[in-house]
Structures are given as structure tokens and as C-alpha cells.
């Protein structure tokens, strides 16, 4: 399936690739329906929800792959779809085909020229330094906004759309229920932080009017989101409802606030700013259980229990 430049979505998305083994009941070895977290939802399972993310080259490919083996761990039944804009490889993308992801070829949006010389990367990262965290250098800004086609994915009735730098550790499918726009804050540092939302995860329900106004909206003269989609989507949304941060948990969470941090109650880990599987990691000592998870999951080897790890140490005074 493409998603191409003009914005019409091609019918008859079809499954490509092989599901990872189940019991006969459906469930994933080693995990037992209760684990899942939640009772069965009334249309859980529908083919009209979907978990969406976006691939833009070979690194958020791999992330993807750590992404959609966790979202399969958790017994969902809703379509698993990566969006791509062609900086990942036919090989690069082939675990996500293993795992049985639907591909979706999606264009980076048609924006002006002086809309794209105004979210370049030195720009954005000029007038905006990153002073908390290191963005690496395959992030590119110009490219987050392609996330936005998830609304012309028009087949389905709700998606949750998730961060290629994710994983889910427990089933998330009740926000299909939660209407639009519904996402968590950008908590990682205070309570400051609750005022703005973070876009790694949050639920949508797709349309080509949205999407339509969304473009209008987006690329209007001398427009400037300074924190890419999460600023566009803020403002495209001024009442979006907000999810608990178990749904978007920030990795620096794990040492900046550690009281908020609850492994009984995490549902999703986003790792914001470093990704665990860079090498030369400047916070990799201070996120090594959260490093050590994601490549858990990467490798589909010693999958923890989740419930059973310990939460980071709350330091005295």
C-alpha cells in the first residue's frame, strides 16, 4: 500500500509476512490472557483498529522491529502498520514483514520550500537547542511530520499511533475507545511539563477532511512549530485530552522524577532524546535497565517480567 503525494489512499490493504507463533487460544507463548491487563473490550480485535508508526531511515527501522515485537507480546489483534518514507531498505524493513507488519509506503508531506528551509534541522535545532538530552544525528526534524498521514489511513475507524523508539509492555488496545485527539504529556523533568503533549503516542481517528485541513493548517505562511508535530498537533488540537503518562512514559523519567516511575503501571516506554541502541551513549550508564529492556525485545530473547522488575531508587532528602 502507498500513501503518495496527492494524498489518495489505495484500497485493499493486505497482511505481508508471517505472525510470530500462538497457542490455541491465540495467546503468545509464555503469556496467559490475565496478563494482558485488562478483560476483553467490546470490538477489541475489530480489523478496523490499528497501531501505527513511521520508519524514515534504517535506525527508527530497527527501533520499529523492538516496537512491533512488543505490541505482538500483548496479544493484540489489531493491524500492526509501519508507514515508510523510503530512507529504510527493502532489507531493513523485512523484520518488520517477519513479524507481520503491513507496509505502507507514505511521501514525505508537500510542503513549500521555505517551510521546509524553516524546519531543517540546523534551523530548528538553532533556534531551539536541545539543552536536557542528545538528539542523534539520523533524527530529522522535517521528517516527524509525515506521521501525519496516519489520517489518510482512512480504512480504519481509530489508530494509536506510537514512536518507532517505543515498546509496549503490556496490552494498550482500550485506547481505541478514547476519542481524538487524545495523547500524555511531555512530562520527563517537573510538573511543568504537563501543559505540553508529547506525540509518541496518542490516538487518532483517520480522515482525508482532517488531513486536508491539517495541510492548510500546517504550511501556512511564516508557520513555525518549533517542536515539529508535537507543537503542530498541540495547536491543531487546543483541546486534546490527555492520557495518563503510563501510556507515554519518558525515559528520563527513570532519574529525574524515579517517585513517578511504576513498573506495575507502565504500559509504553518511550526513549526521547538517546536511543538504546546507539553506541557511544552519553546516559547509557544512568538508563541501563531501560537500555537492557529494549534490546530484550529487539532480540525476542529473556523477555522480563515486567511486573517483577525494580523501579529505579528514589535517592533520600
Same mark, same amino acid.
Given at each position: 500500500m502507498t500513501l503518495p503525494l496527492e494524498g489518495r489512499v489505495a484500497n485493499g490493504v493486505? &497482511?505481508?509476512g508471517s505472525?510470530?507463533?500462538s497457542t490455541a487460544d491465540g495467546t503468545p507463548p509464555g503469556r496467559s490472557p490475565s496478563a494482558f491487563g485488562h478483560p476483553?473490550?467490546?470490538?477489541?480485535?475489530h480489523t478496523s483498529h490499528a497501531y501505527v508508526t513511521l520508519?524514515?531511515?534504517a535506525d527508527y527501522a530497527m527501533g520499529a522491529t523492538a516496537l512491533v515485537r512488543s505490541l505482538k507480546l500483548t496479544g493484540t489483534t489489531a493491524d500492526l502498520v509501519v508507514m515508510h518514507t523510503g530512507g529504510a531498505s527493502v532489507d531493513e524493513l523485512k523484520p518488520l514483514e517477519d513479524l507481520g507488519a503491513k507496509l505502507v509506503e507514505a511521501a514525505l508531506l508537500p510542503t513549500s520550500d521555505a517551510f521546509n528551509a524553516r524546519h531543517g534541522r540546523g534551523n530548528i535545532h538553532g533556534q531551539n537547542p536541545f539543552t536536557k538530552?542528545?538528539?542523534?544525528h539520523f533524527h530529522t526534524p522535517l521528517d516527524n511530520f509525515a506521521k501525519? &498521514?496516519?489520517?489518510q489511513l482512512e480504512e480504519y475507524d481509530a489508530c494509536v499511533f506510537i514512536d518507532a523508539d517505543a515498546v509496549v509492555l503490556r496490552n494498550i488496545d482500550r485506547l481505541f475507545l478514547y476519542p481524538e485527539f487524545s495523547a500524555a504529556p511531555n512530562v520527563y523533568e517537573s510538573l511543568a511539563d504537563f501543559h505540553r503533549l508529547n506525540s509518541g503516542v496518542f490516538v487518532a481517528r483517520p480522515s482525508q477532511e482532517t488531513?486536508?485541513?491539517m495541510l492548510?493548517?500546517?504550511d501556512a505562511p511564516e508557520a513555525f512549530w518549533k517542536r515539529t508535530d508535537q507543537t503542530f498537533l498541540q495547536s491543531f488540537f487546543p483541546e486534546w485530552h490527555g492520557l495518563p503518562v503510563f501510556f507515554n512514559m519518558l525515559q528520563y523519567v527513570w532519574f529525574n522524577l524515579p517517585e513517578l516511575w511504576d513498573w506495575a503501571s507502565v504500559s509504553v516506554v518511550h526513549y526521547q532524546y538517546e536511543k538504546p541502541w546507539e553506541e557511544n551513549h552519553p546516559k547509557a550508564e544512568r538508563l541501563r535497565p531501560l537500555i537492557e529492556l529494549w534490546r530484550a525485545y529487539y532480540n525476542g530473547e529473556a523477555i522480563p517480567d515486567i511486573d517483577a522488575l525494580p523501579n529505579p531508587t528514589i535517592k533520600a532528602g
Open positions: 493486505s &497482511r505481508v505472525s510470530m507463533p476483553p473490550l467490546e470490538g477489541e480485535g520508519v524514515t531511515n538530552g542528545r538528539k542523534p501525519l &498521514r496516519l489520517w488531513f486536508a485541513r492548510d493548517a500546517l
